[in-house]
């Protein structure tokens, strides 16, 4: 087995999470332009708008118009969302309702790193492995993560790659822009399908960050499977 030289991190739910679920964001954001649905609705309502959406990712968009077209992407899950939690709810401005929602999600305080991320990714360079993060989230992901003093190598999202998780074309894409094989790489997520089987598909090992007590056990795992492939 060859050294796994990169390491590659999903974002939300693995290297970060957001301080309160979102439909308790959705609902204070709602309160402030006058529409009252419980956060528990709109938590469950997100996550079934979320599971059916369409993947983010516009291939063929000119770089300059993947931003709008990100942002374009959010604004109807988010209508969805509200629709799925309440079809009775109203905006009088939901443009100025989701302009405030979609800010808010780009500030770092809103978000956190994961226990022992810090102390993994600094373990992971001094072992001289290349760390990117691979994640279907947006092009407000980078500035999170520099909030949060989170520091990664490349960034690589859907709309740069032209395809999402779980597409093998996605890990194929971001590992060509990283100069990696898929022998030499190691994925960690947390969804079963999107995250860990997708990148067993497409070459790579994967690791569930439910296995681990925290991010901080990474590396010691990622040499675990170094050292078993290599007495098998």
Request: with cysteine.
């Amino acid at each position: 087995m060859r050294r796994l030289r990169g390491v590659l991190l999903d974002a939300v739910g693995t290297l970060i999470e957001l301080r309160e679920p979102v439909g308790e964001s959705y609902a204070r954001a709602a309160r402030d332009f006058g529409v009252d649905v419980p956060g528990w609705r709109l938590d469950d309502a997100f996550r079934r708008v979320l599971a059916r959406a369409p993947a983010m990712a516009f291939p063929g968009a000119s770089p300059e118009r993947i931003g709008d077209l990100e942002r374009a992407w959010w604004r109807d899950v988010v209508r969805a969302t509200f629709r799925a939690a309440d079809q009775m709810a109203r905006f009088a401005d939901f443009e100025g309702f989701f302009d405030a929602l979609f800010s808010r999600f780009a500030r770092p305080e809103v978000w956190r790193g994961r226990p022992g991320a810090r102390e993994a990714l600094a373990r992971l360079e001094a072992d001289r492995r290349l760390v990117a993060v691979l994640s279907n989230f947006d092009h407000r992901l980078p500035a999170i993560l520099a909030g949060l003093e989170l520091a990664v190598g490349p960034v690589l999202l859907p709309g740069e790659l032209g395809a999402a998780k779980p597409d093998p074309r996605c890990f194929a894409a971001a590992l060509a822009r990283l100069g990696l094989t898929p022998a030499e790489s190691v994925y960690v997520g947390d969804d079963p399908a999107s995250d860990l089987a997708a990148a067993r598909r497409a070459g790579l090992r994967a690791i569930d960050v439910a296995s681990l007590a925290t991010l901080a056990e990474l590396p010691r795992r990622i040499a675990d499977l170094e050292r078993e492939a290599r007495s098998a």
